[in-house]
């Protein structure tokens, strides 16, 4: 283990602003808007209509195909079914739900007892976590289950990310030292599932109190190592995680499972505890509230729906935000309407002063060279950056853009300014535009 | 839906929204500060009109930069530091008697001819300080003219009359034979030739400081400076090979045109393959103009040379991608 990722760079941790704020349960507020789409697949077709009755945890949405079930967070009245705005920029079919405030459970949810989970099966454990709405809680929202499936009689190494390589975001550091029982329960979980007797949990050396609490948690019976790597983004990241556990590269354009890995987030582990013991689908998660101009930052335990200006609001800022951004600042979405919500992906809002202005009207390439030293895909985004301005479709291929992670470690380290992963997304996209259509 | 209840204005933008502090101004203000040891140097060796034909040269840069973005109605750029740098390095490259007008001219060439009409800072494909150089040797007279050291001997601000002049200890290698001043002499650069170039101390001690704040990494400057290093070891003329290599080394213009003219950014490849080629290829071009050129001195076309190959190195060296194939990987 421990091997050390070509590249990535070191921003500005500025964690300490919620790194010792104590989880604490955000009361969902009176209207709640459950986006459809909180995975990479189809999205969900509601299952209710305006004036349906819903309870916490039943069942709103669901799909054939690459899905999971999107539910209920609240008790209450279905005030809408319409489009609303999601954090990925676009407007998305959201249930928006009147909240009666009374919590009434939804009579599906049944826990379960130890005898009962060691008799499933590992069909029934991923049937369980697909019926939880379980995708990957890192940002990526991949489904679960479907990982779960195609990585059966492939994956011989787990490897839990609690690496949280960005800056401000405690969310799943906080999980560590508050849940790693619940963590530790699930990872076992996803080992029965592939059948494995060892783990890794992978996290990063900035994070003591965590080591120490998951350490606390680990059975020396169960098989599972704590990797503590050196604190870098994007450690992260999947295929760097892998490379720094393991030394096996994932192939350009293949998953995990094609060297044998599968990575789950610390949150995904928590979420498939609670689905497969407690029953209680994906419903609620942690959120980190933080930002230079935060009054008060905080880790919430926050339904699934909430508008951001709520938990807004739960932080106050010291004067009015340049930027609200839907993650972190490395990687995170940009809103520019305060009344899109909260969804299973989301790990944080981070709420930045103007003082985090860095645009520059005319960038000047003058070809340093950091771009290339700190792209953790040995990419040149340099030559990338000019053959997407020409539109120079064949030099973009040979370059390989499409390999790009859109970690925004060029972006960061360049002295010029220049908005470099906006430009090989507008590149990536010139390309696939340019591809024969099947 | 979509009423804003809200009173300011939310900024959207593509990630990442987090910036490093280091900036194209804060890299050219490093150079700088790399520099001022051989600039102090300069002025111990040959007086105050050293530290004058610097100043007078990094002002006319701004000025021409300046000048040109205005009159192109371009984005200002005069402000970056990369003009000063520009300046600065072309003054260093140059005898201590240069007449300011000489000067002022190389920068215009420099900066107007050789930096704008390609496109401003980051396109052009020569070093601006070593083509405003080269369009110099126009006057052989003037940028070959070399001063005795010593500030007695320094040269007035405004005549040059005074001065005594000497031979440079290149000029006596380029003839066959060592040089008679003392490898000691060579190092800290008590020595005649260019304004910047003599002290190699000075200059080493600007390259640790580059190194030490990530400006450059060391691979050109190691693989130039070895290069020669290996060559002249090889092919010694004189009867010592220790300390003929020594002199080829600290003697001339190689240690500030490896340390700060072939790691020039805009003119040396990206690729660490293709930097390492650049270093050697520079070496080796080095070495065959002071052995068989007409002129004693190698350093400055050995770069404006090797600057013309830049793009084909960085396509010789471009990196395994991440996650490549194996075969892929064992091709290249």
């Known amino acids: ?438 | 839906m979509a009423q804003m209840k809200y009173f300011y204005e939310l900024t959207i933008s593509s990630s990442p929204h987090a910036h490093s502090s280091t900036t194209t101004q804060t890299i050219m203000r490093d150079v700088l500060i790399a520099l001022v040891p051989a600039l102090i140097m300069s002025v111990v060796f040959f007086g105050f009109r050293a530290l004058m034909v610097t100043v007078v040269s990094a002002a006319a840069c701004v000025f021409f930069e300046w000048g040109y973005r205005k009159l192109m109605k371009l984005d200002n750029t005069a402000w970056d530091l990369s003009a000063v740098v520009t300046g600065v390095l072309l003054a260093f490259v140059c005898p201590v008697t240069i007449p300011y007008w000489t000067i002022i001219l190389g920068d215009l060439f420099a900066i107007v001819l050789v930096k704008q009409l390609f496109g401003g800072i980051g396109k052009n494909f020569v070093n601006p300080a070593l083509a405003g150089r080269a369009f110099m040797f126009s006057w052989p007279v003037l940028m070959s003219t070399w001063v005795k050291v010593g500030f007695s001997n320094a040269a007035g601000l405004i005549s040059t009359a005074d001065a005594v002049t000497a031979a440079t200890p290149l000029a006596a290698m380029h003839q066959g034979q060592m040089c008679s001043e003392s490898i000691w002499d060579l190092f800290i650069g008590n020595v005649g030739g260019c304004l910047g170039e003599t002290s190699a101390l000075a200059l080493l001690i600007g390259f640790a400081y580059l190194l030490f704040r990530k400006v450059i990494n060391a691979r050109i400057p190691v693989a130039y400076i070895a290069t020669v290093a290996v060559l002249a070891f090889l092919f010694p003329l004189g009867n010592d090979r220790i300390a003929w290599m020594a002199a080829q080394v600290f003697g001339g213009g190689l240690m500030l045109g490896a340390i700060f003219m072939a790691t020039d950014y805009v003119t040396s490849p990206v690729t660490k393959l293709g930097q390492i080629i650049f270093g050697i290829g520079c070496g080796v071009i080095t070495i065959l103009i002071r052995y068989f050129g007409g002129y004693s001195e190698g350093v400055s076309y050995a770069i404006l040379i090797m600057n013309c190959c830049v793009v084909l190195l960085d396509k010789v060296g471009r990196p395994v991608k991440f996650g490549a194939p194996k075969k892929e990987a064992a091709k290249k």
């Open chain 1, 1 to 438: 283990m421990a091997f050390s990722f070509f590249g990535g760079v070191h921003p500005k941790e500025n964690k300490h602003y919620a790194e010792n704020q104590k989880v604490q349960e955000f009361p969902a507020p009176d209207l709640l808007v459950i986006p459809m789409s909180q995975h990479i697949g189809a999205p969900c077709l509601p299952l209710v209509k305006k004036g349906d009755r819903v309870t916490v945890g039943q069942k709103i949405g669901d799909n054939q195909g690459l899905c999971v079930p999107v539910h209920a967070s609240v008790s209450g009245t279905v005030k809408a079914v319409e489009a609303r705005p999601h954090t990925n920029g676009m407007t998305c079919m959201s249930v928006v739900i009147q909240n009666d405030h009374l919590d009434e459970l939804c009579p599906d949810i049944q826990p379960r007892t130890q005898e009962e989970v060691d008799k499933l099966t590992a069909e029934e454990l991923i049937a369980i976590v697909r019926e939880g709405g379980i995708v990957g809680m890192g940002g990526a929202t991949f489904p679960t289950y479907f990982k779960l499936s195609s990585g059966l009689g492939k994956v011989d190494t787990v490897i839990v990310n609690a690496g949280e390589c960005e800056p401000y975001i405690t969310a799943d550091d906080r999980l560590c030292q508050e849940m790693a029982p619940e963590l530790v329960s699930g990872l076992k979980i996803i080992m029965k599932i592939f059948g494995l007797k060892a783990a890794h949990i992978a996290i990063e050396d900035n994070k003591p109190a965590a080591v120490k609490a998951l350490k606390f948690a680990i059975d020396p019976a169960d098989g599972i190592v704590v990797d503590v790597l050196p604190a870098k983004y994007p450690q992260g990241a999947e295929k760097q995680m892998i490379y720094a556990v393991t030394g096996r590269e994932v192939p350009s354009g293949g998953l995990p499972a094609a060297v044998g890995c599968a990575v789950f987030n610390a949150a995904t582990c928590k979420a498939i505890h609670d689905a497969v013991y407690l029953g209680m689908p994906l419903i609620k998660r942690i959120v980190t509230v933080s930002g230079d101009i935060c009054m008060e930052a905080k880790n919430l335990m926050v339904p699934v729906g909430t508008p951001f200006e709520a938990l807004m609001e739960a932080v106050g800022t010291s004067e009015n935000p340049y930027k609200v951004i839907s993650g972190g600042p490395m990687m995170g979405a940009a809103q520019y309407d305060l009344a899109v919500t909260t969804n299973k992906g989301v790990n944080a809002i981070t709420i930045l002063g103007r003082k985090n202005r860095f645009a520059v009207d005319n960038p000047h390439c003058i070809r340093c060279g950091k771009c290339m030293d700190a792209c953790p895909m040995h990419l040149i985004p340099v030559m990338m950056y000019n053959a997407e301005r020409n539109s120079d479709i064949d030099e973009m291929k040979s370059l390989n853009m499409l390999d790009c992670i859109e970690c925004g470690c060029c972006a960061y380290t360049c002295p010029a300014g220049i908005p470099l992963v906006q430009s090989f997304r507008t590149g990536k996209q010139k390309l696939r535009d340019a591809m024969p259509k099947k």
